[in-house]
């Protein structure tokens, strides 16, 4: 059974750091990317960043504008762990964070939301900034 297990929200004040995690079991770690979104109160789901599978393009990372130069995802392939470092944290930046997998890469540059072609999804933990 795949399971990947977000954790690492919270609350925290505007320009502050969290650090996120998601937790994957049950599937060849290796051979996915990972990719977290998020979703704020009454707007879509939206794409934060991806990395890349470690037998395919290890150390490939991609972020969405809002995301470039604050936040920096990472993978630890011996835990089967991804992470999300957010520093510089902004009120805007409040949303239920989500990650998944996919055996292919840009697909929530190609498919549409909610799922965006991912093939599994965690349920997500909350992030809230305060202002």
């Known amino acids: 059974q795949v399971q990947l297990v977000e954790s690492g929200g919270g609350l925290v004040q505007a320009g502050g750091s969290l650090r996120l995690s998601c937790a994957v079991s049950g599937l060849t770690f290796s051979n996915y990317n990972i990719v977290w979104f998020r979703q704020a109160p009454g707007k879509e789901r939206e794409f934060v960043a991806a990395i890349a599978a470690l037998s395919w393009n290890a150390g490939l990372s991609v972020y969405e504008d809002f995301a470039k130069g604050r936040f920096t995802m990472s993978r630890d392939n011996a835990e089967n762990t991804v992470y999300l470092q957010m520093n510089d944290l902004k009120p805007e930046d409040t949303a239920v964070y989500y990650c998944?997998?996919?055996?292919?890469?840009?697909?929530?540059?190609?498919?549409?939301?909610?799922?965006?072609?991912?093939?599994?999804w965690g349920k997500g933990t909350l992030v809230t900034v305060s202002s």
């Open positions: 998944a997998a996919t055996g292919s890469w840009a697909t929530w540059r190609t498919s549409s939301p909610p799922r965006y072609g991912m093939n599994y």
